[in-house]
């Protein structure tokens, strides 16, 4: 009886791939778009850019390791829709407080 071959039973996918490497930029892409549903004082969205900033880093490194998939473009996204929503909140508490 022959074993499976390599993949078996599936492939994983490739978001799969950077989110077991590079949980910073997973967890970071997590807190941002959970800070576009609950945001209290902007602290969400910071942490999101924070977790991004660091999953940044660690997909520079694991590029340097001559990885394929690294969960750059994660970060990337956690970081913008981080900082989009920590400005709207700034905004909001602008208009508020005048």
């Known amino acids: 009886m022959d074993l499976p071959g390599p993949g078996w039973p599936f492939e994983p996918s490739d978001a799969a791939r950077a989110r077991g490497r590079n949980t910073w930029a997973f967890t970071g892409l997590m807190f941002s778009a959970g800070s576009l549903l609950l945001n209290p004082f902007g602290i969400v969205g910071l942490i999101g850019i924070v977790f ?47």
């Open 52 to 98: 991004s900033a660091l999953g940044l880093a660690r997909s520079h490194q694991l590029e340097g390791m001559a990885y394929r998939v690294t969960g750059r473009g994660q970060s990337l996204i956690g970081l913008g829709i981080g900082l989009a929503e920590t400005v709207y909140f700034a905004y909001r508490l602008g208009e508020y407080l005048s």
